[in-house]
Structures are given as structure tokens and as C-alpha cells.
């Protein structure tokens, strides 16, 4: 299995432009979850979907951040205007049951000028 | 690139010396719990977990204590080795939260 997919690995932008994040979790793998990691605030979860569904947002920062699962082997996080404090390390990580260790990607770093 | 802030605590030992990485946690309801590795540049990287039934669980080279008392866990690392470099986390989980939550992380340094 390749594990958990993200693309880009790396992402420059401007102030006020759209940003996509994209992620192909573990096929087979039912739970899919968005971190976000800064210096300051460490490791947090933004959202997680099971069976292709939101269950808790309640990380999201605000509504510039909105996160799709269309299918279950392919979610989007996207930023919309972006900001230079959205810059950090965006995870995605996915798990077989609810009650497992989670996989996580590679990262994508977003650096927003 | 880095990953976790500039003030972590960090471990430093010599290689072939056990390392042991301690962590708080917060929630007394807390059932299960993770120590991810994260290397830098990389994501977290399962490392060995613990359910509330146990207080001990062992893998290769690694073992993991529960205190439930006193909310305490915390991972030994046996015959440290430089790959074992890197920034250390535990998270603790609710059943039927699906959440987990992460600690702050401790960086530990491997000295050859």
C-alpha cells in the first residue's frame, strides 16, 4: 500500500488567492482527518469525515477553510482567500475504525506570502 | 522543515543509552493512547499504543507505560540509535470521540 497520498508537497502563494489541498487516504480505510501543524500551536485537527462525511468541523479556523470528500478515495482541504497566517504543515490522515492508530501523509507545506 | 515549536523540551542521550519520553494527558476519561515519531519533513509516524486495560505494552525496542492515577505515560526507547532522532508525540483518545488529541512533543537528540 502507498499510504496515505498528498499533493502538493509544497505550495507558495499570494495573499487572496485560492488554495487546494488534495488527499487519497488508505483505500479500505473508512476515517479521514485534516491537521494543521505551526510552531505555535502545534498538531491540530481542522476536520475529520467517516464514510465520506463531515462529522466534526469544529477546528476549522474560520470560513475560508472549507474541506470535501466527494469520494472515498479522494478528499480536498481548500483556502479561499488565503492569509500569511495559513502558512504551516497540512496533514491528512486516515484510520480503518474510529478507534485505531491514524496514518498519516506526507504533508503539504503552504507558505502564503 | 521543522514541525513543532522552538521551545520544545528535548531529550539528548548517548546512542546505546534507553531514552524515556514522559507525557501528561489531560482527560481522565482518556481510553486510548498513541506515541507517534514525527523525523523532520515527514508526518507522524505510529510508533505503539495503549489501551485503559493495560498499564504495559511492549513492541521492538519500545515500551509504553500507562499511569492512569496519576494521568501519566510515557515511552521507553531501548538502546537508542540515531534514526531514533526526532520529535516524539503522544495523543490520547476518548472511545467514541474519534478524535485524538496531541501533546506538545519532545524532541530527542541522539548524541553518537
Known amino acids: 500500500d502507498a499510504g496515505v497520498i498528498q499533493s502538493p508537497r509544497h505550495e507558495v502563494t499570494e495573499m487572496g488567492q485560492e488554495v487546494t489541498l488534495r488527499c487519497k487516504p488508505i483505500s479500505g480505510h473508512d476515517y479521514l482527518f485534516w491537521y494543521r501543524q505551526t510552531m505555535m500551536r502545534g498538531l491540530e485537527l481542522l476536520i475529520y469525515f467517516n464514510n465520506n462525511v463531515p462529522i466534526d468541523d469544529s477546528g476549522m479556523p474560520e470560513d475560508r477553510f472549507s474541506a470535501k470528500m466527494p469520494n472515498a478515495s479522494f478528499s480536498t482541504l481548500k483556502i479561499q482567500p488565503s492569509e500569511p497566517r495559513d502558512s504551516a504543515v497540512y496533514f491528512c490522515?486516515?484510520?480503518?475504525?474510529?478507534?485505531?492508530?491514524?496514518?498519516f501523509g506526507p504533508g503539504t507545506r503552504l507558505t502564503v506570502l | 522543515g521543522e514541525s513543532v515549536g522552538l521551545h520544545l523540551p528535548t531529550l539528548s542521550v548517548q546512542e546505546g543509552d534507553n531514552s524515556i519520553i514522559n507525557c501528561a494527558y489531560s482527560?481522565?476519561?482518556?481510553?486510548?493512547f498513541i506515541w507517534y515519531k514525527q523525523e523532520s519533513g515527514k508526518g507522524p509516524q505510529f510508533i505503539i499504543d495503549?489501551?485503559?486495560?493495560?498499564d504495559k505494552r511492549q513492541g521492538q525496542r519500545v515500551t509504553v507505560l500507562l499511569n492512569k492515577t496519576v494521568k501519566h505515560l510515557s515511552l521507553q526507547i531501548a538502546a537508542t540509535q540515531p534514526g531514533d532522532s526526532a520529535v516524539y508525540f503522544c495523543?490520547?483518545?476518548?472511545?467514541?470521540?474519534?478524535?485524538?488529541?496531541f501533546g506538545s512533543g519532545t524532541r530527542l537528540l541522539v548524541r553518537p
Open positions: 495523543a490520547e483518545n476518548k472511545y467514541s470521540s474519534y478524535k485524538l488529541i
Open positions: 490522515a486516515s484510520s480503518p475504525t474510529e478507534y485505531n492508530e491514524q496514518f
Open positions: 482527560n481522565s476519561a482518556s481510553d486510548y
Open positions: 495503549i489501551r485503559s486495560n493495560m
